[in-house]
Structures are given as structure tokens and as C-alpha cells.
């Protein structure tokens, strides 16, 4: 199974720019690049801030962008979104019927589960307990199936402080969850961070990739500034098999130079730019 992770798209309406950038078309570049190199994922999650103020129009925006995407596609909520604004968008989004956007959807003998870890009005995380009833019962049923998790919000601190003001700031409920079940979660994959990021959270893998428009700054320090950073934008490719979960973090929009090597030509033969 190959899954492609697009997340914090940040789309404004159509030729806005954000953080001297336009999301729209580092999306449609996202898109192209994914269609060329991988239109034969199974599936295309965009994990969240799929819009970076919530509005009509810019869902109208990522809604006709998308048309474009080859793969099928999965969204997920993040705290820059409006969870009615998106389900208008996009209806096929599922809701509970406590009102949270959070579905599953069984594919090669797993179950991907799609968490909500917003709260409108906040840019912090949360997940309740009538989220942690939710997921409880796609546990419970998720029979011997591999279990992949996507949600936006980190569950656990990532130890870059400002950031870490921004996580699920009481990630209990999901811990206690997911420890009570014997289902075979393999990893939980995030966003939010707009970071590369890879390591584990009491014993799950857990992984996180840049956004397709800013990033963040890496920075440990404590201090009271937020850098938003324009590195090279990525999306991961996650292959999964019933013995692996592998995550490539592809940066498709870097520019650098490129090489071919071939150690066994001769000396001067070995390194040609392309
Ligand atoms: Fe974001
Ligand atoms: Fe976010």
C-alpha cells in the first residue's frame, strides 16, 4: 500500500499570498508533482490546516485544486479550519454524531483511522472523551487489521517550546484509548508542526511532515519569537506491508543542483551534472 501525507496547505483564496508565498500554487506544484511520480498511491491524506483562515472561498479554492489530484483523496481537520465551512466544501467529509470529523476506512488489511484534534477558537489540540469513545469503538473493531492513524496535532511534545504551546495540551484520553485496545497501531502521523519529524510515543511510531507552503524554523529555545521559515516544501510517501511502514519525506519543490555518480567510472568520468 503507498500513501501519500500532504499537510498544512494553507490555502488563501485564489492568488492570495501568505508569508510572501501563494499556497494555491504550491499546492497545484504538490499536485503535479504527485500525479507525475505517484498517481498510483491508494490514498492522498492532507492532514489538516487545509485552509489558513477558514473561509468559503478558500475552500472553493482547494475544493477546484484537488479536482486535479489522481489519487483518491482523505481530509483531516486542523485548527486553521472551520469544520462547517469544510463539510459544506467537501460533503463527502464524515462526521460522528457528536459532530467531530473523524471516520475510517479499511484498505490492504488495515484501518486508517482520521482523528479531530481541533477546538474552534484555539490553536491548540484537544481530544475529549467523546472523541476517545469514537476511536474506541474503531478499535475495537478493527479485528487483526494494522491500524495507521492520522490526525493534526502532535500528540506529545516535540520539544521545540514554541510549538509544544500549540500541541493536544492533554493527550490522555487518546494515550488511554489506544493503550486499553489490543489493535495493532503502527504509527500515527501529524502535522501542525510544519516540520519533518520522526520518533515514537509510548511505543507507536509517530511521524510529521513540512507543509506545502512555510515552515517552521528549527529552533529549541524558549524565547518569544515564532521564525516561519520557506525551506523547500515536502510531502511524505508512505509504503506500508504487513513487516514495514516506511516514510520518504520528498521536498518536490527543491531546486538544488543534481548529479549522476557512478563510483565504478573512471576518476573523471564519475560525477556529471545534470
Ligand atoms: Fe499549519
Ligand atoms: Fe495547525
Redo the contacts with the bound molecule.
Keep these: 500500500m503507498k500513501i501519500i501525507q500532504l499537510t498544512?496547505t494553507h490555502i488563501v483564496p485564489d492568488g492570495g499570498q501568505l508569508f510572501e508565498s501563494d499556497p494555491a500554487a504550491r499546492l497545484r506544484a504538490a499536485i503535479k508533482d504527485i500525479n507525475a511520480k505517484h498517481a498510483d498511491a491508494d490514498l492522498c491524506v492532507l492532514s489538516?490546516?487545509l485552509t489558513h483562515n477558514g473561509d468559503r472561498e478558500a475552500y472553493a479554492t482547494l475544493r477546484d485544486i484537488l479536482e486535479d489530484l489522481q489519487p483518491p483523496r482523505q481530509l483531516v481537520v486542523?485548527?486553521?479550519d472551520d469544520r462547517t465551512r469544510l463539510c459544506d466544501a467537501f460533503p463527502e467529509v464524515e462526521r460522528t454524531k457528536d459532530g467531530f470529523l473523524q471516520s475510517f476506512r479499511d484498505m490492504n488489511d488495515h484501518r486508517l483511522i482520521f482523528l479531530d484534534t481541533i477546538e474552534p477558537g484555539v490553536?491548540t489540540g484537544a481530544f475529549c472523551e467523546k472523541r476517545a469513545s469514537w476511536l474506541s469503538h474503531a478499535l475495537s473493531d478493527a479485528g487483526e487489521r494494522g491500524v495507521l492513524i492520522f490526525m493534526?496535532?502532535p500528540p506529545t511534545t516535540i520539544r521545540m517550546p514554541k510549538l509544544d504551546a500549540?500541541r493536544i495540551l492533554d493527550a490522555g484520553p487518546l494515550q488511554a484509548t489506544l493503550a486499553a485496545h489490543k489493535a495493532n497501531v503502527r504509527h500515527i502521523f501529524f502535522?501542525?508542526i510544519h516540520r519533518p519529524l520522526a520518533g515514537s510515543w509510548h511505543g507507536i511510531p509517530i511521524s510529521a511532515t513540512k507543509g506545502t507552503n512555510h515552515q517552521s524554523g528549527l529552533d529549541f529555545s524558549a524565547g518569544s519569537t515564532n521564525t516561519v521559515t520557506l525551506e523547500p516544501a515536502s510531502y511524505a510517501v508512505i509504503f506500508v506491508d504487513s513487516g514495514s511502514v516506511i516514510v520518504h519525506f520528498d521536498d518536490f519543490s527543491d531546486t538544488s543542483p543534481r548529479f549522476v555518480y557512478d563510483p565504478s567510472a573512471a576518476p573523471d568520468k564519475q560525477i556529471q551534472r545534470l
Aim: hydrophobic letters at 0%; a negative charge; aromatic letters at 8%.
Design positions: 498544512d489538516g490546516d486542523g485548527n486553521h490553536h493534526h496535532h500549540y502535522g501542525h
